[in-house]
């Protein structure tokens, strides 16, 4: 039986978000290398990750987990780190979205896209 190429798709997620797709970026903070009462000032790191931003349809917002300002933002895997709801997302024209949900295309190991939730 043969296999599925899951690289393919993959590689082919990551060709159309970047054609389509904004520069932005996936911002995380890493605590200060201080003790735990006091860590110190946190380091700040953008890693540049070509976004498509997207809204809702009516039928996903359920007011509650997905409300109508919430976007939704593909992201392509080779941006060297997994998103997490720890991150923020950094738009083209500079907003500074809070990322609420991750989810994975990932069929079988290989990842094709983060689709995350993402809110101002």
Known sequence: MPTFDYA???ATA??????????GAIRRETPG??????PGEPTITDHPAPVVLTAY???EIDGQRILST???ALVEPAIGIEPTT?????TADGAILTVV???LLRPATTIVLFV???RA
């Open 14 to 23: 990551e060709r159309l978000i970047r054609k389509f797709g904004a520069p």
């Open 8 to 10: 393919r798709s993959a």
């Open 57 to 59: 349809s009516n039928r």
């Open 101 to 103: 949900n991750v989810d």
């Open 116 to 118: 995350l939730q993402v």
């Open 86 to 90: 720890s991150d923020l997302l950094v």
């Open 70 to 72: 919430d976007r939704k």
């Open 33 to 38: 290398s201080g003790p735990s009462y006091d």
